[in-house]
């Protein structure tokens, strides 16, 4: 089974996809789903909520992620504030801003990051050389 990548980090990405260090995440709370399959047609789906609790090493407005197989449905900030999620159709970085620069050393966090993916998983049984 693959696992789908998610992870924070801040400005100025670059077209290698590598993300900046200026942002530093200290603490993940993560809800998962399952969704198992109804019937042979229907797709394993996970979907859950992450607050992610970070502080900046660099001002910036902006937080970056690197996703790969997850859809970012919703985002809001440390005062509940909705912000958007800027995508790149060529990319795996997404990035949403927030109202205010953050400031160095302080902490943030973003909440109820409203994720959806596909984790593939092959229910084929393998056969095991001896």
């Not at 996809?17 to 047609?41: C, E, F, G, T, W």
């Not at 994720?115 to 095991?128: A, H, I, R």
């Amino acid at each position: 089974m693959s696992h789908p990548d998610l992870v924070l980090s801040g400005d100025d990405v670059g077209l290698d996809q590598y993300l900046p260090k200026n942002i530093y995440p200290y603490h993940y709370d993560v809800k998962l789903r399952v969704n198992m399959p109804a019937s042979d047609n229907d797709e394993l789906k996970v979907t859950g909520q992450v607050c992610i609790e970070f502080k900046p090493t660099e001002t910036s407005n902006r937080v970056y992620f690197n996703v790969r197989n997850i859809d970012i449905l919703k985002a809001n900030d440390w005062n509940s504030r909705k912000l958007t999620v800027e995508k790149d159709p060529h990319s795996e970085v997404r990035h949403v801003e927030v109202p205010e620069v953050m400031e160095v050393g302080k902490k943030y966090y973003l909440k109820r990051l409203k994720l959806t993916f596909d984790s593939p998983v092959s229910c084929e049984k393998q056969k095991l050389d001896n």
